[in-house]
Structures are given as C-alpha cells and as structure tokens.
C-alpha cells in the first residue's frame, strides 16, 4: 500500500541512472529498473511524498527523492551527527552507502564495507594494539609496500592506447566477490550457483578461511575485496548449515565451515570482535580517511592516482551512456563488462572527509574527590519522589532533543501517569549531561538538588480493567513523541489510547476474544509510524500499526473507528505475557506462561520456537537487538541470550527476582533490575558482569535509557524515579582488552 512507503531513493543501474529504490514502513524495500530518465521522474511524482525518509535530517520532498547523492550528503544532517558520536561507525557506513547508490538488492552494486584488523593469527586479541589495526588511510591494494610497487608500475607504464591506466583490473566490490563470501547462505548459494553452471568454485578459491582471505588480499595481485556489511553483524554466513559439498583443497583438507581465527572460538565470537574492531576509537580517527578513498575525493582523478586507488574507467559513473550505443551486441557487451568490472560507489564530497571528534572524554570523565562522597553519589543523578506510595511500573524514556516534549513518562500501579520534562542543563560532574523535571509540578525531591514544588495535577486511568490482571510493565506503551498512553488489561477485551495531556480516552481498539494482557511497540520513525503488538489470554498476538496522525489505522486507513489488525500471529498454548516487536528485523517474540517463545513475521508467519535448557519454561521478560540477539529472562532468575534463527549462545541464573531488563542501542550491553533493588549491567553475549550500582532502598520495576545513553531511570516499587549515570563506554573500553 502507498501508505506504507517510506522512502524513495534514486538509484544507477548498470552506471545509467534509471533505477528506482522504494523502502516500505517493515524496512524492506523493492529496486525497479525503468527505461530511462524521465520515467523514473514520472514514477516518483506519482508516489507518495517522503522523500528518503526521515533519518536523515531531510525534508520529505519528491526533488529530495531526485537529487544527488552528493546534494543528499551535503544537505543531511548524518555526518554531523557521527562526528558528535551520536550514530555509530557501523550506521555512518550503511548511511554513506545507502546515498551513494549501494544496495542489497544489486549484488553488482552491493554496500562495501573495510577491512579493519590484521591480526588473524593470535590465540588472543589486544584492541588496544595500534598494531592490530589496518592502514585506512591506504587502499587494500597498497597495504602491502612489494605489491604497492606492482600497481604503481602497471599504471607508469601503460601502453594500450584504447583503455586509460589504471592500478587495479577488479573492483573492491563485485558480484562475484559479494557472492563468494555470502555462498554458504541462500538465497546467495543459488545466485552463485547460477552465475557459474550450477557448479561451486574451485574449493582453493572458495572462501574458507578468514585469515587466508585477509592473506591473499595482501599478496595476490588480482584481488582487491574489501568486506561486506554482513562480516559485522552475520555469524551465519561462516558456517555450512546447509552441508553443500565444497570439495577438497589441494591440502586435502575439506572445505566445510569458514575457519575462524584462534582469538574466535565460534562465528558469534569473530562477529562481535570485529563489530568492536570497527567501533574502536583507531578506526574512528582513521575512518574518514577511508571514506575518502571510497567515496570521497580519492576516489577518482589525480589523487586517486596519487593514493594507488584506481580502477577501470568502466567502474565509474559518466564513464559510458548505453542509450547511445545502437549496435545490441555492442550494448550486450559493454553491459557485460560494467558487471564485471564492478561499479564504483557515487562520489558524494570532492574535498577532505572531516575527522570523528574524541571519544576520550566519554571514557574518562574527571572525577574530583570533592565533588563525590561515595559511589551511590556518583551513580546516581537524582531522585523524584511522588505523592503516591503506589509502585512505578514504567518507564519510558522519549528523549530525543526535537520532540516537542522530550520526556520520561511513568505510569504506576494505581494507572497514575506523569510526563517528566527532559531538558538539558549542568549535569552534576561539570559535563554537559541532562536532569529531570517534574512536568505536573507534583513535590519532588532531587538529591543532591531539593526543589519544593506545589500544586498538583495528576493524570489517573479510571476504566475498569479485568480484576484478574496484575499491572506490570507490559501492560503500557508510550508513543514516541509522548502524547499518547496505550494501556491494556480491560474487561471487554480492548486495548485503549489516552492522550498524556488531558488524560482523554481517544480511541478504543477491539480484536481479541479474550483480555489482551501485554502490549509491545517497535522503535518509531521520526514521523511516529510503528508496529505495536497485543497479546491476549487466548494465546494469540495480533499487529497493529500506529499511525504518525495518531490512531491505530487497519488495513482500511480511512477507517479509525474499527481497525483490523494486519496480521494474527498463533502457536501459543497459554496466555501471552511478555512481547517485543523488532521492526528493523521484521519480527515479533512473544513468551506465554509456559512453553517455549515463539519468533513470527511482522506478517504473521511462525519461524520458530526458542528453546531453552529444560527449567526454561516460562518466560517473563522479552528484549530483542536491531543485531538480531533476544534476551529473554524466565522465572527465578533465569536468562537465556538467543540468536535470532534460534541458538543458544549462552545463559545464566541471578539471585533476584528480576522485573525489568533492557538492552543498549547497540545490543552489547544488559541493564536488569529487580526486587533486591540492585541495578546490574552485564556483557549481553556471555553475561560477563560489567558493573553493580549501590542497592536501592525499594524494589525496581521498570527501566529506560535516555536517547543518549548516558542516563538510566528506573521505577521503583516505593513510588519513586531514580535516574542514574550510566557509562557503557567506560566499561567497553576497561573490558575490550581481554579479548
């Protein structure tokens, strides 16, 4: 549908811009390739007006959708936004990518990512070695000083009259290069198998080892791969789950799974490793330089030649115009060669990439004596204190600067609700940092602050809800913008949406045949549009969608009177009572009172099941990465951390009765929360312990992280808030020698 269209990009095909990318609302997207020009501007203007979405600081206009990649580059607000650390290497990358014409549904054109380590030989891997670190500022084929030589001699002394010099003969990016590291997974093995006569590689040139692939791109002279998005985030692709026969090395040795490094024990290991590699702060000095070579001013011209980064000119956009070549064979031709060659990604800047600002002063903060007593004074930012004795039981924390009202909503057992302003001011360590403020001018109290508010104007839901329910967490959702409260557990089996200014029910949502005992929403686009996902005492879920005009719309937008719901998801036996919906992986997971958690589609299709060891049977608790990992935490302090095609990557069992976990934006991190009052962080991968604050003086039952990362607020069951410091960089910086 039309009203799902999120965003509209331009795109090359076969280096002719008359290609057409449309993104839709379950982030995926279809790439259409038309006859020229001036149809695929007749095609956008009959689209939607989103422009490329809302991510990317830009005006949702139809010429948006028309310009550049380098208009696009200039005009977003992205790169600001990576250099003030707001948006990870890894999202800077796929962002570069993504406007300058790479995408995954062009395996000529697919988005390229960089070597980063060089070290595939160590049992043990220190990132604090400079050593351990590629070159950025060089191109693959001049990291290696002998074969530098071999490049910079074949350009000197080029003698073909009809092809201009160039270093290299292949790309850093092809089909084929994408297709040889992707060939042990589908729908990858048959695009391979098809391109070369239903026959695999000859298994000395099939890919199997990390370390021999990093070898022979130092030293052999026609191989120049740089890597695939996939290596950070797809431990998959190392291993043959499908056991196709590869053959046998000249060794005689099988080629089987991909061989890992000695400091990889397992392909969760080599991923996570090397997602920290790249988010290292070596390679965030250095990457920008990279950028330069790939996408930037090194890219092509006299310092492209100066910096060995040149390849055939039938790489390059403007190189060649087929609608001008009228011989079919000849066109046949060219074409062939332009996928062969590979295609150069779209120059999106002619001058220097600016540098990354210093992370070092998020590691290490300067912490005067004086200024802290002890550790919980440390810790802890402030404490808000609420007339009601009746627990929080959540927490959500909208923080992001351009909301209208950035906020920390909390709702409590008693259905009381409060929208507590977020703005920024002196935080406590002399550092720009963030506090809290009471929005409803209720008596807060703030240690070490203490401000005497009056009045009060509270907010209370008053329907009746079914008296079998017991109020928790999942029983809420927060929009993103803060405006609306969507609660559930009512006696006629509705979920209900409250507006947080007035209090006012505004839309009653009916669907189940039961009472609907748990409520998820995915992460929201700017614009508000997200999946949110009840579950019922009937043992099924269904998916609605959230509207940015604010109502849960069906399959019929017009009518908000009595949506549909876009998809049933079953296989429960038992009520559902924990669920998360992850829209970026297009999947729901849901845990009922007993048995296994289930993994559906977005549109409704049962993947699978989730197994845990035999005393994981009754799931509580439900966290789930963009990465792909799942948390999931049953009764008596049990947690398993699964992939999300199912495995088992490690569990643990905590002396608390846990009721609020949540992940870190970027997956690695645990922060969990229960009645002992102790706040806990843990290495999601293995749950190594990170860090314990001081214990609390009453239970935790709900959690939030500011949009920064730098705050952590809780719920307690004494009624009160606690926002707390939180410093994941820290911990990742003391811990990430150990690998």
Known sequence: MFSEIRAVFSRRYLLQNTGLEVFMANRTSVMFNFPDQATVKKVVYSLPRVGVGTSYGLPQARRISLATPRQLFKSSNMTQRWQRREISNFEYLMFLNTIAGRTYNDLNQYPVFPWVLTNYESEELDLTLPGNFRDLSKPIGALNPKRAVFYAERYETWEEDQTPPYHYNNLYSTAASTLLWLVRIEPFTTFFLNANDNKFDHPDRTFSGIARSWRNCQRNTSDVKELIPEFYYLPEMFVNSNTYELGLREDRTAVCDVDLPPWAKKPEDFVRINRMALESEFVSCQLHQWIDLIFGY???????????????????????????????????????????????????????????????????????????????????????????????????????????????????????????????TVGLRGAPGYSLEQAHHLPIEMDPLIANNSGMNKRQITDLVDQSIQINTHCFVVTADNRYILVCGFWDKSFRVYSTETGKLTQIVFGHWDVVTCLARSESYIGGDCYIVSGSRDATLLLWYWSGRHHIIGDNPNNSDYPAPRAVLTGHDHEVVCVSVCAELGLVISGAKEGPCLVHTITGDLLRALEGPENCLRPRLISVSSEGHCIICYERGRFCNFSINGKLLAQMEVNDSTRAILLSSDGQNLVTGGDNGVVEVWQACDFKQLYIYPGCDAGIRAMDLSHDQRTLITGMASGSIVAFNIDFNRWHYEHQNRY
Not at 311 to 330: K, Q
Not at 348 to 360: V, W
Not at 368 to 386: C, E, N
Request: with cysteine.
């Open 298 to 424: 090194k890219q092509r011209g006299p310092e492209a030649v100066r910096g060995l980064n040149l390849f055939h000119y039938l790489s390059y956009e403007g190189s060649v115009c087929l609608d001008t070549i009228a011989d079919t064979l000849l066109r046949e031709a060219m074409e062939t060669q332009i996928q062969c060659f590979g295609q150069v990604p779209s120059q999106l800047l002619i001058e220097p990439h600016p540098p990354r600002s210093s992370a070092m002063h998020l590691c290490f903060l300067p912490q005067s004596p004086l200024m802290f007593k002890d550790q919980m004074q440390q810790d802890v930012i402030m404490v808000l204190k609420f007339p009601s004795n009746s627990p929080v039981t959540h927490v959500a924390a909208n923080t992001l600067p351009h909301l209208s009202i950035p906020a920390a909503v909390t709702v409590t057992c008693s259905r009381l609700f409060a929208v507590n302003r977020w703005h920024n």
